[in-house]
């Protein structure tokens, strides 16, 4: 059984830019969580999407987004880049809220 | 709000060292508890879990046990080893209308065990 899957696995983009991270999920799990992990704030919810609606969300500027489609798989997009967003970006896909099995995570390097 | 609270790191160990990692949590409703690991360069992988009061999750060795009365689920192993050195998060899962879908984690607590 396939396991949680994010592309790219390195990134780095010049501030300002935007950038698009995808995660496909296990197979049958309709739940896709974001996390953002940095050295200072450890692990920070971003948002989680059921069913293709976001149901929760963090405490994030606008410029994080996210998406779910039909199959499943999320992404998340962060508009105009800072410093500060250099991170390692951590997808966790849930069957029904319980045992969250979390991607190896895409490492965004801002500069 | 709800949150976790671990022993602050980085713990070391020699080898065949008896282990305990704190975690303690603050809840309004009745979560579940977990024990996450994350080695250099990876991911979080689900180490062990506990759903409600005086259960006892274990997994490789590793077990905590969910004590309501002192809202704590520490990690315990009787005998680590060099391939245990990664990092240990706490984290809980307490679902309500503001919670859903949402871990919320301890600030990670590093294991170093040398030979």
């Known amino acids: 059984k396939a396991g949680v899957t994010q592309t790219p696995r390195y990134l780095i983009k010049t501030r300002g830019q935007q950038v698009t991270l995808s995660c496909s999920p296990i197979?049958?799990?309709?739940?896709v969580s974001w996390y953002q992990q940095t050295p200072g704030q450890g692990l920070q919810f971003l948002f989680e999407?059921?069913?293709?609606?976001?149901?929760n969300k963090g405490n994030f500027p606008g410029r994080f987004s996210g998406r779910q489609f039909s199959n499943s798989r999320s992404e998340m997009n962060v508009s105009t880049l800072e410093l500060g967003d250099s991170a390692l970006y951590l997808c966790?896909?849930?069957?029904?809220?319980?045992?969250?099995?979390f991607g190896s995570g895409t490492r965004l390097t801002v500069v | 709000g709800d949150s976790v609270t671990q022993m602050e790191g980085p713990v070391t160990l020699s080898e065949e060292a008896f282990l305990t990692i704190n975690c303690t949590y603050t809840?309004?409703?009745?979560?579940?508890l977990f024990w996450y690991v994350q080695y250099p360069g990876e991911g979080l992988q689900l180490l062990l879990k506990?759903?409600?009061?005086?259960d006892k999750g274990s997994n490789k060795g590793f077990e905590a046990t969910y004590r309501k009365e002192t809202t704590s689920f520490h990690l315990e192993k009787g005998s680590v080893q060099v391939s245990d050195s990664a990092v240990y998060f706490c984290?809980?899962?307490?679902?309500?209308?503001?919670?859903?879908?949402?871990?919320?984690f301890g600030q990670g607590t590093t294991l170093q065990v040398k030979p």
């Open positions: 966790a896909s849930s069957l029904g809220g319980e045992g969250y099995t």
């Open positions: 197979s049958g799990h309709r739940s």
């Open positions: 999407y059921f069913s293709e609606t976001q149901r």
């Open positions: 809840a309004t409703g009745y979560p579940s």
């Open positions: 506990a759903t409600k009061a005086d």
């Open positions: 984290a809980l899962s307490d679902p309500g209308s503001s919670n859903t879908g949402k871990l919320i």
